[in-house]
């Protein structure tokens, strides 16, 4: 008769449990000992030594009060006051000290008494006689004071001197005794304490034994039911290793009708699918960035196709001068070197996380936002990579003669950039055939604008204020204008990209001092302050694009005054 693989399994399963549940069972009752055996050292042998203590202390203390009390009686005037305040305290304490060793013995015969003891009743009981003759020792002690005090008020100093030394011996000897008490309660204790110990050691050793016997019984039936399942479940093993090491036309035989035939079938399904899928990625990794691909093909939540708005960084960075550079080649260099170009200006956006939404021309977009990025980090991902282009393009300069097969000839080429953090509609747009997961709205608008604006203000890489505020511990700029542009009604702050934070030269720096007194003069309408600052800035850098714009208005205004209302809000109308 063939059990099915589940029955076997849950046979094996109710065995350990039985075990394991005849194991907890036992170590639980022992548990239970051990537990009893710490409630009678709490109960009984610490309360009884901290009990003969407390005796011990008292009886010094009443001795203390007694030779008090003697002083008292002999000390001139009327003290009676105080000696009945005296004699009231060593009644007190005497009555204390005895209440202490009856509550010793009281705790010492309840533990006798307990049925759960550490084979030292014989040592309790021997002890409670030393107490009780201790008992009778006090109330000797009591009786030797009371004549004492009796004739210490009677002025009797002869016999008051010798009943003190008779005292003093007594108490000595009392204290003698307490302490060989106490010690020897103290030793008590600590061998209960030891016995719990080694009580509680065997109770995990037993434990540890029917854990190792529950175990080995559980290899044993394991193993016997197992041996008719290990050699297809290692061939799954092996296919599964194979498969995470990338060989996906891996094919494992059925050998069974059972659940691992069963298994067996849908791994190589899902073997199948994964190939399937890994061709996808392989061919559209190439035209749609792979982290999009794999959304949706295995997180459809990251690329919702509903669309939803979101706070995101959008770059665009285009090539200056392609129209003539592209003149006089052929299509075959043409294209070489618009791939090459992509790919170098491509790495430093996926390098900082940023995802590459479309090349137009010889132009590249791309966005850095929530699920791919931090939405705290990407207004700097963006900054960063931006930096990293105009870092590469040196680099891309030099292959040029090897990609266009000319040493010269060819004029200088360069990049602008134009980045704006601002929300955003993301998601799949498109036609129910064709879609493409993109992102629309006046950010994206704002950022194609201001890579347009570097062609009026001579710089390279512009981003807008909110780019600006949140990346400003990564990087340094250098606010240029405000500006509004066509469709919007409100004006924005926009600022020149230098450098990482740390890496900008001092000169730049004092550019960028000299520009925003400039700057500031320019919005107070102080066209000579203003004039004067902007000259400055081109003595510090001759080449400075704007510092030139604004000295080419700041001569117009002197000509033609704007308006007085004019709020040096400049229309930006270049694309």
């Known amino acids: 008769m063939r059990f099915p693989i589940g029955l076997k399994i849950f046979g094996i399963a109710v065995g350990l449990l039985i075990l394991m549940a005849a194991a907890a069972l036992l170590s639980m009752r022992m548990t239970r000992t051990v537990d009893g055996q710490l409630g009678i050292i709490d109960q009984n042998y610490f309360p009884a030594y901290v009990a003969l203590a407390q005796a011990n202390i008292r009886s010094v203390e009443e001795s203390t009060l007694v030779r008090r009390l003697l ?10 006051a105080k000696r009945a305040d005296l004699g009231q305290r060593v009644a007190s304490a005497g009555k204390t000290s005895d209440e202490r060793i009856a509550d010793a013995r009281q705790y010492i015969n309840r533990q006798i008494a307990d049925p759960l003891d550490f084979d030292d009743n014989i040592a309790l009981a021997r002890l409670d006689d030393k107490i009780e003759a201790l008992q009778e020792e006090r109330q000797r002690y009591e009786s030797v004071l009371g004549k004492l005090l009796t004739a210490a008020e009677a002025g009797d100093k002869p016999l008051t001197a010798e009943l003190l030394g008779e005292l003093d011996d007594w108490r000595d000897d009392f204290d003698h005794k307490m302490d060989t008490a106490r010690s020897e309660m103290r030793r008590l204790a600590s061998a209960a304490i030891v016995g719990t110990r080694a009580y509680q050691q065997r109770v995990v050793a037993i434990g540890i034994a029917l854990l190792a016997i529950a175990a080995a019984l559980g290899i044993t ?72 691909v794999a959304g949706l093909l295995d997180r459809p939540e990251v690329t919702d196709a509903k669309g939803s708005r979101r706070e995101m960084s959008i770059l665009f960075c285009d090539m ?15 294209v070489n070197v618009l791939n090459r170009y992509m790919t170098v200006m491509s790495e ?159 000169e730049r720096l004092a550019l960028r001092d000299a520009f925003e007194e400039g700057l500031a003069a320019y919005r107070r309408k102080d066209w000579q302050g203003a004039r004067t600052a902007f ?30 209302d004019w709020d040096c809000v400049w229309p930006l109308v270049e694309k």
Not at 264 to 291: Q, W
Not at 320 to 334: D, W
Not at 354 to 379: C, L, N, Q, R, T
Request: charged letters at 25%; proline letters at 6%; hydrophobic letters at 40%.
């Open 71 to 80: 002083l008292a009686i002999a000390e001139p005037g009327d003290n009676a």
């Open 320 to 334: 200056r001068g392609f129209t003539a550079f592209s003149e006089g080649m052929t299509p075959a260099a043409l």
């Open 348 to 506: 430093p956006v996926r390098h900082n996380n940023g995802i590459i939404d479309k090349y137009i021309g010889d132009g590249i977009m791309a966005f850095w936002g929530p699920p791919f990025s931090s939405a705290e980090e990407h207004p700097g991902l963006a900054c960063l990579a931006a930096l990293d282009q105009l870092a590469t393009l040196a680099a891309f300069r030099a292959e040029l003669p090897e990609l266009i097969g000319l040493r010269r000839g060819f004029p200088e080429i360069d990049i602008r950039i134009g980045i704006a953090t601002g929300d955003v509609v993301v998601g799949n747009i498109g036609s129910e055939q064709t879609r493409n997961y993109t992102v629309i709205g006046d950010t994206v608008n704002l950022a194609s604008r201001l890579e347009g604006a570097n062609k009026s203000y001579g710089t390279r890489a512009l981003i807008n204020e909110t780019t600006n505020r949140f990346a400003a511990s990564l990087v340094e700029t250098r606010e240029i204008d405000q500006v509004l542009v066509v469709g919007k009604t409100e004006p924005e702050r926009i600022f020149e990209l230098l450098g990482r934070k740390g890496e900008v030269a001092s």
């Open 221 to 292: 039936l394991a193993a016997a039911v197992t041996l008719g399942l290990v050699r297809p479940v290692r061939r799954l093993v092996l296919g599964t290793s194979a498969v995470e090491r990338g060989a996906l036309d891996t094919i494992i035989p059925i050998t069974s009708r059972d659940e691992i035939g069963s298994l067996t079938r849908s791994f190589n399904s899902m073997v199948g699918e994964l190939r399937a899928k890994a061709r996808i990625r392989d061919t559209f990794g190439k035209y749609v960035d792979p982290r999009i």
């Open 535 to 564: 000259e400055g800035c081109l003595k510090i850098m001759p080449g400075d694009g704007p510092s030139k714009v604004f000295l080419g208005r700041i001569a117009k205004f002197c000509t033609t005054a704007p308006s007085p």
